[in-house]
């Protein structure tokens, strides 16, 4: 759908209202208990983070088409995750420790690499004098899709905080996805629109790890 544009929200407010109504239900599978620790707080707030990026992205980042039947894949992940990372995290009792810490601050990098390249190129877009030009400044110098891999990163942090390896089959899986799915879609529609612009940029631009791939 890149290049397609959306005439209404209603796709974005259902997959908002419903990507809420998840992440209330993860809440509440962490305190079901009547307790509340502190990997508990944790994961609620990484929840709460991801959906307020979410919607920001929704309404003000993401221009192209967002069709029903995106919004509806899309809440089904959206829950599917939120509910199945606090139920792994029911199932582990330890405190928090240096390996936690660790994940918030591979959640919270992940997240800035994500919305920040994103609203880098949205800042950048809106410029009239940049129309038609391919964006290849900011994050995005430094990997020609930052913002996925942002999403393997806070992901990982994410999985991490819940204490259970399981977890970690969600980024394992997106992040396959981005390299052998997303990826390539994406750069085949990038070379048609741009042309030489893309070429020159993918020529001395890794793909996904920053200076490494």
Not at 81 to 106: E, N, S, W
Not at 166 to 189: C, E, K, R, S
Not at 194 to 204: P, T, V
Request: proline letters at 2%; one cysteine or more.
């Amino acid at each position: 759908m890149h290049g397609q544009q959306e005439t209404t929200r209603f796709p974005r407010i259902l997959t908002t209202l419903l990507h809420s109504a998840a992440v209330a239900l993860a809440a509440w599978l962490l305190l079901r208990d009547g307790s509340l620790n502190t990997r508990d707080i944790l994961l609620i707030g990484c929840s709460l983070i991801y959906l307020g990026r979410t919607v920001f992205g929704m309404f003000v980042l993401l221009k192209r088409k967002f069709a029903w039947s995106e919004a509806f894949i899309v809440t089904g992940l959206f829950s599917g995750l939120h509910l199945g990372f606090a139920y792994l995290a029911t199932q582990h009792t330890g405190p928090i420790g240096t390996v936690d810490i660790i994940a918030v601050l591979l959640y919270l990098w992940g997240s800035y690499l994500n919305t920040g390249s994103e609203y880098q190129r949205h800042i950048w877009k809106k410029d009239q004098a940049h129309k038609g030009k391919l964006y290849s400044e900011g994050l995005f110098k430094h990997s020609m899709h930052i913002n996925y891999f942002g999403d393997s990163v806070l992901f990982s942090g994410f999985a991490m905080l819940t204490g259970s390896h399981w977890a970690f089959v969600v980024p394992g899986v997106m992040t396959v996805g981005f390299i052998f799915q997303h990826i390539p879609a994406l750069d085949t529609y990038l070379a048609k629109r741009y042309g030489k612009q893309f070429e020159l940029y993918a020529s001395k631009t890794k793909k996904f790890i920053p200076y490494i791939y």
